[in-house]
């Protein structure tokens, strides 16, 4: 999957999934990543949490059925802090014999009271690595509109992006975010400091109070007056939240794809009915950007 040239030819529509809980059969966790072929995506991302104590679980089966049974482009993610070069290397291994070729490389959250490796303390690390050991990956990396919640500085957040890019990160995915303004104004500094791969926006559709309130808290992602009238009013009533933050999502979409985004990458959390909601809403949005 070459990215870039993608890019150039559409807006790309992006999927993440989990991998299902490791009691799941799999003959349901094949049901549940199906529903998602219907969504018509450019590529699925699976994630795999930092301190996956098996890293050659979970998403791999996930990304083999993603790449060979759904035959959708797959996309691994690999935490690097709590993993060795040699992992990595056995992950990869594994990757390549079922075909999946993008990584998204990642440092990976810290887990409390558990000390890291110590072999990749930060992404670019991970990305210099598989560059240049196993150049024939695709990399694709994470990035902040709203920056990271370790950074001393966004100045100093999008420095330290430029180099994950220069050490072989060529297409970005930025967190979640719900105001749009935030991702023009990131992405205006991220060109101006030469950052010139693709940089997809990542949007979750928030269906649910909870749940957002730990994303933010976890993320420190700003929730903006307009979408937190739609959190207090509806928080109760599972019908108008979910019909409501479908429907700010796809205001965010349509406003982000008119002004020319490289890609939106939905945030899933393996709900194949809102991702559907959202695609049957905006497809053609989507469509109107193909180059012929
Ligand atoms: P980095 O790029 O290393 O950045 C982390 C912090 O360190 C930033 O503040 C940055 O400015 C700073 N920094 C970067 N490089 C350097 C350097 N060389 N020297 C000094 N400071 C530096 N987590 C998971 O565990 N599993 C997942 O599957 C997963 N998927 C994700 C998908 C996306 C699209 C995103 C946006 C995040 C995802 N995360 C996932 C969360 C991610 O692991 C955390 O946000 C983590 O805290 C940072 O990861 P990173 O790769 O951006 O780190």
Redesign the pocket.
Known sequence: MNLTALSNQKTIFSL?VFPPKKSTPDSAILDTISQFKAVDPDFI?V????GGTNPLGGNIEVADIIQNQLGIDAVA?V?GLYQTKSEVLQLLDKLDEINVHNI???????IANRKPVGEF?????LVEFIKNNRPEFNIL????PNC????DSFI??IA??K??VDSGADHL???LFFDDDAFYEFYEKARIAGINVPIEA?IMPCTNKRQIERITSI?GVPVPKKFQAILDRYADNKEAMRDAGIAFAVDQIIDLVSRGVDGI?LYTMNQADTAARIYNETKSVFKATEVH
């Not at 303390?121 to 690390?125: D, G, S, T, V, W």
């Not at 990271?148 to 950074?151: G, V």
């Open positions: 993440e991302s994630t795999l949490g930092a993610h935490p998204l490389a990642l440092r990976g959250d810290r303390n930060h992404a670019n690390e990396g994470a990035c902040y990271h919640t370790d950074a100093d957040d330290n992006l180099v994950k995915i930025t967190q990542g993320t990458h």
